[in-house]
């Protein structure tokens, strides 16, 4: 074990030193917040399935481990009911790991971005779930959204500006990109007010698709903003099978690089009176490859480049359910094709069923490390 940490060790600094970083400036042009390759530490203090103990799920070790195979940071989602319960009292053991976790993260020389991922009123996949969000049409709720980054840059701002930054607000599914302007404009100038240079980052309307950034409405001469975007595109094969999507009801092959679904499987096995189920495959019979995953995000990179900010990629994966061949070539090419285009990224996710563990499925438990996945992703040698 000593000999695998002192080559994990010596990948580490090489890949530091070779990072070719992106980097965020403040007031005096000093680098201040510096990402480039990232993993999600979700289902902790974020959509907690109960997979595993909820305090025990991430440690220390985890975090050593994070920093040894060669990530620079962490993306940390939480969630309003894991931190506050209903009466809105802070739930401090949630808190104290949260706080942990950052302080672990400054001991590796991680960055860290703590991603407000689901509050009350609103949920990314609430149309999946069949409930509704009320952060968009609730003053009530968009005052109490504002007031939980008070708190949170009240608990937070202690941290170096160079190591932490705030993501404002994972996947917002407003009705109108300027509902979500508005709101993320309000919350914007209250942390400005409590932090003038702390990182932001901040994501389109509508799932954080790159196609949206668009329609942002930045604040102004502001140039410590992080812009961010989410892919999973083609869904029908990075969802294949995941029961908490419309893709579940398909039931034929697909496969990575090439068309998704074939023309004769998707006459064969798809509903086309199905909307939900139609709308998810619509690009499966598009042929994709590394130039294909480009293109997702292509619009998102010129965006970025008019507006001088920093892109980033907060969430990209592929489910375990596919040929697990076709599952690598995918991870292959959608690192290539973010790092050629100098785009930051972060992989959803540590542990879990997209993780960079194997998953046991019936247990619900993550196993052993992916050497083969995590050698892809962040181009290391056991």
């Known amino acids: 074990m000593k000999k695998v940490f002192l080559i994990l060790s010596v990948i580490f600094l090489v890949n530091h030193v070779n990072a070719g970083t992106l980097k965020s400036m403040n007031g005096d042009g000093m680098k201040s917040f510096e990402i480039k390759r990232g993993v999600n530490l979700s289902h902790w203090l974020s959509q907690d399935f109960g997979w595993e103990p909820k305090y025990t799920f991430i440690k220390e070790s985890d975090i050593k481990f994070i920093a040894g195979i060669g990530y620079d940071h962490v993306r940390l989602p939480i969630d309003e009911q894991e931190m506050w319960d209903e009466k809105g009292t802070p739930i401090k053991e949630a808190f104290d790991h949260m706080t942990a976790c950052l302080d672990w993260s400054a001991k590796y020389n991680l960055r860290a971005i703590v991603d407000l991922h689901i509050v009350r009123a609103h949920h990314f996949n609430a149309a999946n779930d069949g409930t509704s969000n009320t952060l968009w049409t609730d003053p009530a709720a968009q005052e109490h959204f504002v007031n939980i980054w008070i708190k949170l840059s009240g608990i937070l701002h202690k941290y170096p500006n160079n190591m932490v930054a705030y993501e404002i607000l994972n996947e917002a599914v407003a ?15 209250a942390i400005r007010k409590l ?12 799932w954080q698709i790159a196609s949206n950034l668009k329609y ?3 604040p102004q001469n502001d140039k410590n ?6 892919t999973y595109s083609p869904m029908a094969f990075t969802h294949y099978t995941a029961s908490w999507t419309p893709i579940k009801k398909y039931k034929g092959p697909v496969h990575y690089p090439g068309q998704i679904i074939t023309d004769e499987n998707y006459k064969k096995y798809i509903d086309t009176t199905d909307a939900a189920l139609v709308a998810l495959a619509a690009d499966a019979r598009d042929f994709y490859n590394k130039q294909r995953l480009v293109e997702v995000f292509k619009e998102g990179i010129e965006f970025a480049k008019a507006k001088n900010l920093q892109l980033y990629c907060g969430e990209f994966g592929c489910f375990p359910a596919v040929d697990r061949k076709d599952r690598l070539a ?13 785009v930051a990224w972060c992989n959803w996710e540590y542990k879990g069923d997209f993780g960079i563990y194997f998953f046991d499925s019936k247990k619900l438990k993550s196993l052993e490390p992916d050497y083969e996945l995590i050698k892809i992703l962040l181009k290391y040698k056991q």
Request: glycine share 2%; hydrophobic share 50%.
């Open 216 to 218: 942002l409405k930045l």
């Open 330 to 342: 995918f991870y292959s090419d959608m690192i290539a094709a973010l790092e050629e285009n100098n």
């Open 195 to 206: 932090e003038p240079e702390r990182v932001l980052v901040i994501g389109a309307n509508m």
């Open 225 to 230: 903003i992080i812009l961010s975007f989410h």
């Open 175 to 189: 009705p109108d990109h300027d509902d979500w302007n508005k709101l993320m404009n309000k919350a914007f100038a």
